[in-house]
């Protein structure tokens, strides 16, 4: 069996698609998170733009390049220290591709076709021509699925191969990601059985309290970019007064005293989950806090936190936009630390397989 030094440090590894400007959802329950996780000095932080992803769905070249800039601009406003973290761009470090390859290559179409992620982002790609297919019986033999791209079907491999090629042992990873983390630690045990090695390393949950936020318009969904109503989400960029709008027009209900019951009093629940998660409490104490509260009272208080959070960003995040060069040098000057470290786990993956090392 072929043997490698043991890994003894902490390597902490996440990725986040270019998808411009992030919103709220995207700054709590991720970025946030990257930020404090910044906090312990014995961690080794790799903190990706993963736009090797982003390219799963159609998009155009120039909107890619420009909301790659948002990202990483919004990430630097947030608070991502360069000198604490790695930052850098997926498709600047050629080895998460041939690590992809190479897992690829000895990955079951079973375990794939289990992905549940792939099916529902197919139905929301097919205009809801899929609404009615049951979930369990899509596969990728199914007539339904004849138009899946390949690159939607097998990402869970390249994400696999991002944690993989920097030997990651933590991984932040909210509830839809579960999935594909355990993936990549049946690849890692895969791996290390077909080549007799113990190279990869086995990869594990990193629990962080991540923030679920809904749309400001259907509570009943989760907040995202995508969404065609502009209201249902607010962003890094939003003033002030269009921060107080939305969320004076988000929905509640006419029962009185405020609490936090998410499957009866969805409206109310997310407006307190927002609050609790800008002010890092728990909702049920943000509940307390606002019991007496009228919803228009509670309203105030949500925007007023939520203003209070983002304005600093926001100026920053202007600053940061105003000067693209700044920008993109923060991003080589990772990415050039990235590619130290991949090239020689790659340079061992690739001995480890039988290829030029």
Not at 74 to 84: E, H, N, R, S, Y
Not at 110 to 124: A, C, D, F, P, Y
Not at 156 to 162: E, F, K, Y
Not at 347 to 352: F, K, L, P
Request: net charge positive; with cysteine; glycine share 4%.
């Amino acid at each position: 069996m072929a043997s490698f030094g043991k890994q003894t440090a902490k390597v902490v590894f996440s990725g986040i698609q270019p998808t411009g400007v992030p919103q709220l959802g995207n700054y709590l329950g991720t970025i946030k998170n990257w930020v404090q996780l910044q906090q312990d000095p014995e961690a080794q932080r790799y903190y990706s733009i993963v736009d090797l992803h982003a390219m799963t769905v159609p998009r155009d070249p120039k909107r890619l390049k420009q909301e790659t800039l948002e990202m990483a601009a919004a990430l630097l406003a947030c608070g991502i220290d360069t000198q604490k973290s790695v930052l850098f761009r997926q498709s600047t470090v050629p080895q998460h591709s041939q690590l992809n390859w190479v897992l690829g290559s000895i990955t079951p179409v079973g375990w794939l076709n289990r992905m549940t992620q792939w099916k529902s982002k197919l139905q929301q790609q097919t205009n809801g021509i899929l609404d009615g297919v049951n979930e369990h019986s899509l596969n990728v033999h199914s007539s339904a699925a004849q138009g899946l791209l390949t690159g939607l079907f097998t990402y869970p491999v390249l994400m696999a191969s991002d944690i993989l090629l920097f030997r990651a042992s933590h991984i932040p990873v909210g509830e839809d990601q579960v999935q594909h983390l355990e993936l990549a630690r049946d690849l890692t045990v895969h791996f290390n059985k077909t080549f007799r090695t113990n190279l990869l390393v086995m990869p594990s949950y990193l629990l962080t309290a991540t923030k679920r936020v809904m749309s400001l318009r259907d509570p009943l969904r989760k907040m995202s970019k995508s969404d065609a109503n502009d209201q249902a989400r607010i962003t890094l960029a939003d003033t002030d007064d269009q921060i107080r709008k939305k969320i004076k027009k988000a929905p509640t209900d006419s029962l009185s005293q405020i609490t936090f019951d998410p499957k009866s009093r969805p409206g109310v629940s997310n407006l307190l989950s927002i609050y609790a998660a800008v002010r890092n409490i728990d909702p049920r104490v943000a509940a307390q806090e606002m019991q007496t509260l009228a919803n228009a009272q509670m309203k105030e208080m949500v925007a007023q936190a939520v203003v209070d959070e983002i304005t600093p960003i926001r100026k920053r995040l202007g600053e940061l936009l105003d000067d693209p060069q700044y920008i993109e040098d923060e991003l080589r000057k990772g990415e050039e630390r990235a590619r130290v470290v991949a090239e020689e786990n790659w340079r061992q993956i690739a001995q480890c397989v039988g290829l030029p090392a």
